[in-house]
């Protein structure tokens, strides 16, 4: 069974850091591509960055140079750190996988930017 837990979320002033963590089992996690995606209240999920099986990163524009993606293989977790976070930061953050055809994602966790 395939299982992904974020955890790490919280309530932070702009310009303050906050990191992320995904822990995956049921799957062998070096294999795989992972993501974090966030969604903002009434809109859709937006890809925020992406780590390949060999360690390549992608971001939306709007967080390169502030976020960033990593993961430990040994730990089969994988983390964002958000530095300089911002108020259109907020959002509900969800870790995702792709196994075949089948999406998996964890059940988020929120961040929320404010002063």
């Known amino acids: 069974q395939v299982q992904l837990v974020e955890s790490g979320g919280g309530l932070v002033q702009p310009g303050e850091s906050l990191r992320l963590s995904c822990a995956v089992s049921?799957?062998?996690?070096?294999?795989?591509?992972m993501d974090w995606y966030r969604q903002h209240p009434g809109k859709q999920r937006e890809l925020v960055a992406g780590?390949?099986?060999?360690?390549?990163?992608n971001y939306r524009d709007s967080v390169k140079g502030r976020f960033t993606i990593s993961r430990d293989n040994a730990k089969n977790t994988v983390y964002l750190q958000m530095n300089s976070l911002k108020p259109e930061d907020t959002a509900v953050y969800y870790c995702?996988?792709?196994?075949?055809?089948?999406?998996?994602w964890g059940q988020g966790t929120q961040v929320t930017v404010s002063s």
């Open positions: 995702h996988t792709i196994l075949g055809l089948r999406n998996y």
């Open positions: 049921g799957i062998t996690f070096s294999a795989y591509a």
């Open positions: 780590i390949t099986s060999r360690g390549t990163t």
